[in-house]
């Protein structure tokens, strides 16, 4: 990362770990007894979601879809891509798509309406950040990490102009010009 001003740290390492610790402790108990399909979506997910699966003990299948709708700017456009489709049907299984972070929603929106109709025997979303005062649109979510305010976050699997995907901490960025 020469060059660059590091992010200011906004939630530290150890606090993510043991926040997805409760989180995966929470969705094991509730999913005890039944085999459980996790999508990441990608890319934003793809940490999060590896930390998280290996804190589940259920039976898990893993999925991954890729959607974008930021481009290389900090604001969404509204509109959502589908990259990448998942491989496995979704017919009769329960399922819990797993994201990095809900801000305006409408990725959440699109996943879920095109989920949906996939069938499933059940839908939950579990999201590392989510912020409350962004959403445009109607998403519940079951299983939260962290909520923000409107500040604009980095690391963990998110970017910025696809850099600081890597760093093991949220940060903000600060200095960027
Ligand atoms: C980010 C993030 C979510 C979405 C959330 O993805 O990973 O998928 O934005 O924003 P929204 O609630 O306003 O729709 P992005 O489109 O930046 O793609 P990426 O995951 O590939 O970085």
Known sequence: MTGLTLPRVLIPES???????????????????????????LKGS???FADLIRQIDLPISCEFMGVSSYGNKTASSGEVKMTLDMTEPLNG???????????????????VNNLKARKPASLKICSMLVKPESLKCDVE???VGFKLGKEFVVGYGLDHAGRFRQ????????NEH
């Not at 610790?21 to 085999?35: H, M, P, S, V």
């Not at 299984?93 to 996943?111: A, F, P, R």
């Not at 760093?167 to 600060?174: A, K």
């Open 15 to 41: 606090k993510i770990k043991q926040r997805i610790q409760d989180l995966a402790t929470e969705i094991t108990f509730d999913y005890r007894g039944k085999e459980l399909t996790v999508i990441c979506v």
């Open 46 to 48: 793809f940490i999060f």
């Open 93 to 111: 299984k329960h399922v819990i798509i797993v994201e990095d972070i809900v801000d305006t929603g409408l990725t959440m929106q699109y996943l």
């Open 141 to 143: 979510i079951d299983y």
């Open 167 to 174: 760093l093991p901490y949220i940060g903000i960025v600060e």
